[in-house]
């Protein structure tokens, strides 16, 4: 993030002041930019080599908002909403990513485990945008507020500071900042700490202490750049940062030839660039204008796309109305450099991170693009599952969507485009797939009363019915009597849902009609008696009935199977008969689906590229099943099922399954477990186990290996009853 060759040059303009005098202050922090500094590859290198989410990221993240809480100023985070500008090759970061894994593993097959890491700390660094509802859910768990901008989070920001209203006195984040006209800057918290350590019974532990007194931060001040770069205008300066290239606009291509920039350029040729050809960009466009970069990116027209999408930028204001800045001098097709509108309701849905944006990208870009996972997405299993099974998934979703607001979007062309065949696209006109299964939808309307009525007649194990609960939505219905209460024949008619726990169950038997375990009569499918035996197998067990959900969708597609989906991977299992290894695979699949108890450390213990692969699988589908989930959600209050006037839009959000997917540390954990059982001459008798659980515990660190085991088995009990 940034503009790289301004912060090269910006270490000889930074201050830096106490962080206690930023004491009673408001701080806009971009979520962005804060995330990208604690990613540092150091931390988790092996994050591309499991996938999920980094498992000390929660913990380092709550330390250090309390920490800076210490220094008496108030955080709030801005997220950004929907994308934006010109996107020169959406593909290009994720098969980057993918082809150096690959390389990765190559080095690690070859049993140099240190070189690996080296390597995988390069591509073990998941992308803000992808941990973006993590921070969500941290924030909101420690009572920290966020806002998701319509579009930029930094233009959002910078309204903010501007306002009238001073909602916010300063702002942390990325230099592309002064762009927007941002005075003061600041790019750094640097923390200062004290170890000490803690004599609890029978250990020591180390712990650390926020030095508040040695603690700073770094700013810049944007009249101090201009002075240094030789008393520049604003103008100049904010064109020869726009020029330098950032997110917002690619490199001036003739700043990129090695032999006029030799050791490359800095901020301060861009500067001398424009002002020796004319003080301005077209004047240096036409300079260039036989360049043939220049010609083909048609850049004179990015450059004014780019400088129109920060003028004229979209926010959302205190009040919650959605305007876009300087409104008066916005040219009349402003959409084309920044984006479609949405309506404000579900702009004010984003904007509480009740809903995310990736579906609403869709509908308002109109393209659909899937990009490589991490272990490249090679196989033709893979590629057959993104490209044709979980197709009508995505079309489902956006029908759904478009449904409910204007018909602009409901006659609206969308292309899909895929990673691994560029040229290919699949388009589909939204009004082709109309009319949605909303007014099916529309049946679900079951009050808090009846729920609670029912749930007493259930042994799930709880008091109370958990709002969302897939075990309680799927359950409920095998009673064929409750099921024929909760028809709605007259949907309208009924006062509107007001509670989380009203709201989250009828979602989830919207989603169960989406994916065919209930039918329009609300009576559980053949595939919904499959699902309500293995939930019941399972026991209650609310961690891992999203596990049991996404086998039982895995068994539907032909993909729960130990059938040999990535010839030529690392990680299968190598031990035993053929039987032994057949079992093997389709046991550490199942257990991929759950979650390792892990300390909010880094991984450390085997890699399986053939589980990662097989991950990659479960990850695309998780996210399908949310993108249904949450056009679920989204309708029922387009349709004024579920009632406006609230404030807890993130409770709802979490309430809902599928927000945070695993990574395939478990399955990795299973599969060794299970081929070391293997080399022994009783692999079944009770002391071998014992002896192979316990040394599970140095295999994988920092883990419960026995627990996490009987987290598996328990699991693979539950799928196996069906």
Known sequence: MGIPAFDAWATSVIKSMPLSSLKDSVIGIDAAYYLAGLLTPSKEPLL????????????TIAKELANLQTAGFKPHFVFNGLDYGIKDDPFKPSVT??????????????????????????????????????????????????????????????????????????IYGPSELFLYGVDKLITKFELAYSTYE???????????????????????????????????????????????????????????????????????????????????????????????????????????????????????????????????????????????????????????????????????????????????????????????????????????????????????????KFWYEEDYVANFNLKDLLPSPKNTLRTWHVKEDVLFAQHSKLETGSKEPVPGSLSFGVLSLADADFASKTMRFKPGNEAPLKTCGE???????????????????????????????????????????????????????GLLNPDTMFPGYSGAPLRGTDTDRHNCMLVSRIASLGKLRHQSRGYSGPLSRHLLAYHSIISTLYTSLRDLTEMSLATMFLEGDADRERDDWMELSLSLPFYIENSCALGIAVKTYLDELCTREDPTSESTRAEMKGKGQGWIEYSDFSGSLEDAFRLWDAVGST
């Open 198 to 416: 803690t004599a609890e019974p029978g250990t020591q532990k180390k712990m650390t202490r926020l030095l508040l007194e040695e603690s700073r931060f770094h700013w810049i001040d944007r009249r101090a750049c201009l002075e240094e770069l030789g008393h520049v205008s604003a103008d100049i300066f904010v064109d020869a940062c726009l020029l330098a290239g950032s997110t917002l606009l690619r490199t001036f291509p003739p700043l990129e030839n090695p032999t006029v920039y030799s050791k490359g350029y800095s901020i301060r040729d861009v500067v001398n660039l424009i002002i020796s050809c004319g003080r301005n960009v077209t004047s240096v466009c036409a300079h260039y204008q036989d360049d043939t970069q220049v010609k083909q990116l048609d850049y004179l027209n990015r450059y004014r796309r780019a400088v129109t999408a920060i003028r004229h930028h979209v926010v959302i204001t205190r009040d919650g109305n959605v305007e876009t800045l300087d409104s008066k001098h916005a040219p009349s097709d402003v959409h084309d450099c920044i984006g479609q509108r949405l309506p404000e309701e579900l702009n004010m849905y984003l904007s509480r991170g009740m809903l995310r944006p990736r579906v609403l990208n869709w509908l308002t870009c109109g393209t659909i693009l899937v990009t490589a996972p991490y272990d490249g997405g090679n196989s033709r299993e893979y590629q057959h599952l993104v490209r044709s099974q979980l197709e009508p998934w995505r079309r489902q979703a956006l029908c759904l969507l478009s449904d409910s607001v204007h018909r602009y979007y409901q006659r609206k062309e969308i292309t899909t």
């Open 503 to 557: 709201i989250a169950t009828n979602v989830i038997w919207r989603l169960l009609y989406l994916r065919g375990y209930v039918d329009t009569k609300h009576q559980l499918t053949p595939w919904g008696s499959v699902l309500e035996a293995t939930l019941t197998a399972l026991g209650p067990n609310q961690e891992q009935e999203e596990a049991a959900f996404l086998a039982v969708e895995l068994m539907r597609l």
């Open 48 to 59: 591309s080599a499991l996938g999920g989410f980094p498992l000390a990221l929660e913990s």
């Open 97 to 170: 990513s993918a082809h150096a894994n690959a390389m990765a593993f190559e080095i690690y097959e070859k049993d140099m485990a240190t070189e690996a890491i080296n390597v995988f700390r390069t591509t073990g660094i998941p992308t803000p945008a992808a941990l973006s509802e993590f921070l969500k859910k941290v924030l909101h768990d420690n009572n920290i507020e966020f806002t998701v901008a319509p579009y930029g989070a930094m233009a959002q920001l910078a309204y903010y500071e501007k306002d009238a209203s001073q909602f916010i006195d300063a």
